[in-house]
Nanobody, 129 residues
Framework: QVQLVESGGGLVEAGGSLRLSCAAS????????VGWFRQAPGKEREFVAA????????WYADSVKGRFTISRDNAKNTVYLQMNSLKPEDTAVYYC??????????????????????WGQGTQVTVSS
């Protein structure tokens, strides 16, 4: 069992920065890959970023490369999403998700929502122009 609690969402001006946190409980978290996804009203949930257990390997959607950074602190059971140079198009509900299966695959695997077994409740990010 892995439980995820997200925080850090809110309202920010375009060009600003925001850091989201995903606090996890469960003994298997340190061995879990973690991903961030987002969903805007009327749109499909889309992949944002992911990282492996060690945090050494990361993957990003093309739309956020160079602006967002995913990181983790396993000692704190926390994963972060640092978002810089925010745009109004980034407005969405952001979700973190965990995959404790121990399975390693290509970027296609980590960018697919069905690869993850546990999900947070989501946190709203609104970027004003």
């Amino acid at each position: 069992q892995v439980q995820l609690v997200e925080s850090g969402g809110g309202l920010v001006e375009a060009g600003g920065s925001l850091r989201l946190s995903c606090a996890a409980s469960g003994r298997t978290f340190s061995s879990s890959s973690v991903g961030w996804f987002r969903q805007a009203p009327g749109k499909e949930r889309e992949f944002v970023a992911a990282t492996t257990r060690s945090g050494v390997s990361t993957w990003y959607a093309d739309s956020v490369k160079g602006r967002f950074t995913i990181s983790r602190d396993n000692a704190k059971n926390t994963v972060y999403l640092q978002m810089n140079s925010l745009k109004p198009e980034d407005t969405a509900v952001y979700y973190c998700a965990a995959d404790p299966s121990g399975k390693y695959s290509s970027s296609r695997y980590y960018s697919t929502a069905t690869s993850y077994s546990y999900w947070g409740q989501g946190t709203q990010v609104t970027v004003s122009s």
